[in-house]
């Protein structure tokens, strides 16, 4: 069994910062991609950011140059740091793992997600 569990959501205003976290845990053997996705009401989830277990990440263009995504190995932890946020950035953000259980399965993981409101 394995869980991703999502923190750091909430309410802030244009031009703020958040910074959301996603912790693995359960019968894990080794993760080769951690990312963030999102979805907006209506509309379908869209990648947001992703970093390989070799730490090369991946943005949306629309994120970039405003969010960092971010991993710490040891702990099977993916940060996603957003500045200068953007009413259009409001969504439910979805934490996903691309990783191998230590039963030796290829799994893709999903958080629960958080939600994030960008709001004067």
């Known amino acids: 069994q394995v869980q991703l569990v999502e923190s750091g959501g909430g309410l802030v205003q244009p031009g703020g910062s958040l910074r959301l976290s996603c912790a693995a845990s359960?019968?894990?053997?080794?993760?080769?991609?951690m990312g963030w996705y999102r979805q907006a009401p209506g509309k379908q989830r869209e990648l947001v950011a992703t970093?390989?277990?070799?730490?090369?990440?991946n943005y949306a263009d629309s994120v970039k140059g405003r969010f960092t995504i971010s991993r710490d190995y040891a702990k099977n932890t993916v940060y996603l740091q957003m500045n200068s946020l953007k009413p259009e950035d409001s969504a439910v953000y979805y934490c996903?793992?691309?990783?191998?259980?230590?039963?030796?399965?290829?799994?893709?993981?999903w958080g629960q997600g958080t939600q994030v409101t960008v709001s004067s």
């Open positions: 970093i390989t277990s070799g730490g090369s990440t």
């Open positions: 996903n793992a691309d990783l191998v259980t230590s039963h030796g399965y290829e799994y893709s993981y």
């Open positions: 359960g019968s894990i053997f080794s993760i080769y991609v």
